[in-house]
Nanobody, 122 residues
Framework: QVQLVESGGGSVQAGDSLRLSCATS????????MGWFRQAPGKEREFVAA????????YYADSVKGRFTISRDNAKRTVNLQMNSLKPEDTAVYYC???????????????WGQGTQVTVSS
């Protein structure tokens, strides 16, 4: 069974940076497109970023373009999200997700992690 475990969350001030990591149990990670989602208190879960099989294509929500960078290391079976210039509105639980196509991982991922909390104060 596919397992995704997020880490790296924490409490920071506006303008700071955090790097989230998603450790997976997927041996052939390059067969999966990967993504990050977030859910703020009282709001719907929203798409943040996605990356194709080998990292050649990336996709970002407009709200994080230019600030967040998604990356992957298939040999280490990990996916990362570098978050710079954090804003209070970035406060949310961040989830790692996996799917078989960019559209699928963005709209309806097959697998989810348990989430990691990110809190940004002003």
């Amino acid at each position: 069974q596919v397992q995704l475990v997020e880490s790296g969350g924490g409490s920071v001030q506006a303008g700071d940076s955090l790097r989230l990591s998603c450790a997976t149990s997927i041996r052939t990670l390059d067969t999966y497109n990967m993504g990050w989602f977030r859910q703020a208190p009282g709001k719907e879960r929203e798409f943040v970023a996605a990356i194709s099989y080998s990292g050649e294509r990336t996709y970002y929500a407009d709200s994080v373009k230019g600030r967040f960078t998604i990356s992957r290391d298939n040999a280490k079976r990990t996916v990362n999200l570098q978050m710079n210039s954090l804003k209070p509105e970035d406060t949310a639980v961040y989830y790692c997700a996996a799917g078989f196509s960019p559209s699928t991982v963005i709209t309806n991922p097959l697998y989810w992690g348990q989430g990691t909390q990110v809190t940004v104060s002003s």
